[in-house]
């Protein structure tokens, strides 16, 4: 009962309810709602510090910038979204927002466009050595299809690539990545495409800030031949994973292509089928058959892998850091702080 009126009084003032309808739409800075509202950043900012004390927003820290957006679980999760349901539609002030907010995407759209200008010789590239990514997308929509996905964790997402092509499949999914260039074309291209159920964070794939057994499925694609430790990255991937989830990861069979690690930063030229199996069972995972799609310069593999549903990881290496958040029922990223 304290937390719906604690939720309920936080709501009830037009500007927090105002910021409440957006960020339902949309994950957005402090910057984007002063733009959208018309107001000051002192003003937005004690609104949202009240929307975020009483849980109603969601705070995410990524270097200088803070994120916010409905909070994916806990307490004050079900009164936001009661409470932004409500809001007709038709409302003026309501309506005005959203397509102020949609002008103001159009502003990121730039950026985004920016940014693959500068990459996109490099993607080029990389693309043209290999059979074509409509194919490769069919046979990891096809490897995560056996079993119903409650959650979704993509680790170096990118431009939220899997996330986009998964969305339909899934009713939740967060994709980390340590780039924030990365991350903001990923949220421009999740908003565009209304993919609301989607999140992006600022992370590291060696250590993953979730708990442990929060998703029911994990993908890495084409991230791993860019890690130091591998195998460490799998640990971290299976330690995240459900009992009975499944992880898959697609990158190259092992290459000779030596000037990637010069042009592109690849740590490893590919990968050989035992090896990704002997991570996969040190990381106490079942490896499956894997899947080779050859027709290019590069083979492109599917390696997927299952966490036994009975299963307790006995083997599983240790977290390489110490997590003490609780677990929320749709895997929230942890470190949140108002
Ligand atoms: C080739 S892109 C692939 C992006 C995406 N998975 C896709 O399929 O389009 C590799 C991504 O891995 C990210 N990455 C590299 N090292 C990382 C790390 N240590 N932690 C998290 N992300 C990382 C990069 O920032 C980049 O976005």
Redesign the pocket.
């Known amino acids: 009962m304290d937390d719906i009126l604690k939720g309920l009084r936080a709501a009830a003032e037009p500007t927090r309810l105002r910021i409440l309808g957006l960020c339902a739409h949309a994950e957005l800075t402090v910057s984007d709602l002063c733009d959208v509202l018309g107001q000051s950043q002192p003003r937005i900012s004690r609104h949202l510090k009240l929307l975020v004390e009483a849980n109603l927003l969601q705070r995410n820290q990524e270097g200088p910038w803070a994120w916010y957006r409905l909070p994916e679980g806990g307490a004050g999760s079900e009164i936001a979204r009661l409470i932004v349901d409500l809001l007709p539609p038709e409302d003026r002030r309501h309506s005005m927002d959203l397509e102020r907010l949609e002008s103001i995407s159009e502003g990121w759209a730039t950026r985004v466009a920016d940014y693959f200008r500068q990459h996109a010789g490099d993607?080029e590239h990389?693309r043209a050595l290999h059979t074509d990514q409509e194919r490769v997308d069919k046979e990891l929509m096809a490897a995560l299809s056996g079993r119903p996905i409650a959650s979704l964790l993509?680790?170096?997402?990118?431009?939220?690539?899997?996330l986009l092509l998964l969305a339909a499949q899934v009713p939740a999914a967060i994709?980390?990545?340590?780039?924030r260039e990365?991350l903001q074309v990923a949220r421009h291209n999740l908003f565009r495409a209304g993919h609301r159920h989607c999140q992006v964070r600022q992370?590291?794939?060696?250590t993953l800030p979730f708990d442990k057994e929060s998703f029911d499925a994990v993908?890495?694609?084409?991230?791993l031949?860019?890690?130091?430790r591998p195998d460490a990255?799998l640990g971290e991937a299976a330690r995240v994973l459900r009992p009975g989830g499944q992880l898959v990861v697609?990158d190259f069979a092992t290459h000779e292509l030596v000037a990637l690690r010069e042009e592109?930063a690849h740590r490893w030229l590919g990968f050989g089928d035992s090896q990704i199996a002997d991570w996969y069972r040190k990381a106490g995972l079942v490896p499956s058959r894997p899947r080779h799609l050859t027709g290019g310069e590069l083979t492109v593999v599917l390696w997927s892998a299952r966490r036994p549903a009975n299963d307790a990881i006995a083997s599983a290496p240790a977290s390489p850091r110490k997590r003490n958040a609780k677990t929320t029922k749709t895997a929230a990223p942890k470190g949140r702080s108002a």
Request: glycine share 12%.
């Open positions: 993607w990389i993509d680790i170096g997402t990118g431009a939220g690539h899997v994709g980390i990545d340590r780039s990365m992370a590291d794939m060696m993908t890495l694609n084409m991230v031949h860019f890690a130091d990255v697609v592109q």
